[in-house]
């Protein structure tokens, strides 16, 4: 499976971005897709996560109450939707798939075969 993230952008903090993760070649029924963000100097850190089976999703603390992520299947296609955003949220995102991480491994960039190239989101104070 392919993946192509997209939406990232310069915005002014307390503002709105959506990412999108588009994927082709496969369906994504069945893949836990991962969100995932890369500060400069920092280590690749979670950000969000839908489950294999597409029924729940799970989100940093750090994000939580901000940040929700939701799945069109019809497209093909997972978002991102970040709110309040702050200056500690500038990173490049990344989105991941795989078909069999194990739900205890959902937090672990490690452990996702598919990935995207990546989309930077600057947040200016």
């Known amino acids: 499976v392919q993946l192509q993230a997209s939406g990232g952008g310069l915005v002014q903090a307390g503002g709105s971005l959506r990412l999108s993760c588009e994927a082709s070649g496969r369906t994504l029924r069945g893949y836990a897709v991962g969100w995932f963000r890369q500060a400069p100097g920092k280590e690749r850190e979670f950000v969000a996560v839908?489950?294999?089976?597409?029924?729940?999703?799970n989100v940093a603390d750090s994000v939580k109450g901000r940040f929700t992520s939701s799945r069109d299947n019809a497209k093909n296609t997972v978002y991102l939707q970040m709110n309040s955003l702050k200056p500690e949220d500038t990173a490049v995102y990344y989105c991941?798939?795989?078909?069999?991480?194990?739900?205890?491994?959902?937090?672990?960039?490690?452990?996702?075969?598919?990935w995207g190239q990546g989309t930077l989101v600057t947040v200016s104070s």
């Open positions: 839908h489950s294999r089976t597409g029924t729940s999703t």
């Open positions: 991941a798939a795989d078909n069999s991480i194990i739900t205890s491994q959902y937090r672990n960039y490690k452990q996702y075969d598919y």
